[in-house]
């Protein structure tokens, strides 16, 4: 049984083991102090898949097409971010490429590797190292921003051009609304707890004696 601080009243409480799809409440203000989540790995695994798959996409199709006075012209986002180097844009270039290519596309990677090693508990200490890296690579991953300069773009285009979207700006759509599930679902304290110890203590830690238990419910 572990030994938690509430965040709120700073309460130490006994977390029983909780079931799938509860939550353990501070018995002293109520403030939610532990929740599992009712499948921790198959669901985020899912969506993290279907997320690599939409980013490939996104990556290796055009975003949008241009067509004016009888000439068209396509690009990707690598493309664009090879143009903007070609054009003396380095550091633009660089800011793109890694937050909208290489910044998304380690997360999920990271995050993939860590979901499949812990299928099968206890999974080996290098997994909580590739769980710190993807949490580092997260904030960096900016579909959203991306999304949101190519729809003032094409609204600027419009009136010089004809603009078409391309099948790779459906797949930075469906990216912006994989991201968040993909956050909503996935529990770092399941996975934690389902990581060999580095000292080869166990599951077990000495607790606070005298410590209330915390309120589980559903």
Not at 86 to 103: D, K, L, Y
Not at 109 to 121: M, N, S
Not at 156 to 170: S, W
Request: glycine content about 8%.
């Amino acid at each position: 049984m572990e030994t938690v601080a509430c965040p709120e009243c700073d309460l130490l409480q006994h977390l029983p083991e909780l079931p799938p799809g509860s939550k353990a409440r501070c018995p002293r203000c109520g403030y939610m102090v532990a929740s599992r989540t009712t499948d921790p790995v198959d669901r985020p695994l899912a969506l993290t898949i279907t997320a690599l798959i939409a980013l490939i996409i996104a990556n290796t199709t055009p975003l949008m097409g241009l067509s004016a006075v009888g000439r068209s012209a396509s690009t990707t986002i690598v493309g664009g971010a090879y143009d903007m180097w070609r054009q003396g844009q380095e550091v633009t270039a660089m800011i793109v490429a890694f937050c909208a290519v290489i910044a998304p596309t380690a997360y999920l990677l990271f995050l993939l590797t860590v979901l499949l090693a812990v299928r099968r508990p206890p999974a080996p200490q290098w997994v909580g190292e590739m769980l710190r890296w993807a949490d580092s690579m997260r904030p960096w991953s900016m579909n959203e921003v991306m999304l949101l300069g190519i729809l003032v773009a094409l609204i600027k285009i419009a009136e010089l051009a004809t603009v078409d979207a391309g099948i790779g700006m459906y797949a930075v759509g469906a990216l912006v609304l994989l991201f968040p599930a993909i956050m909503v679902t996935f529990d770092p304290d399941e996975i934690w707890q389902r990581i060999e110890w580095a000292d080869d203590a166990g599951p077990s830690r000495p607790g606070v004696y005298g410590a209330p238990g915390a309120e589980a419910g559903r």
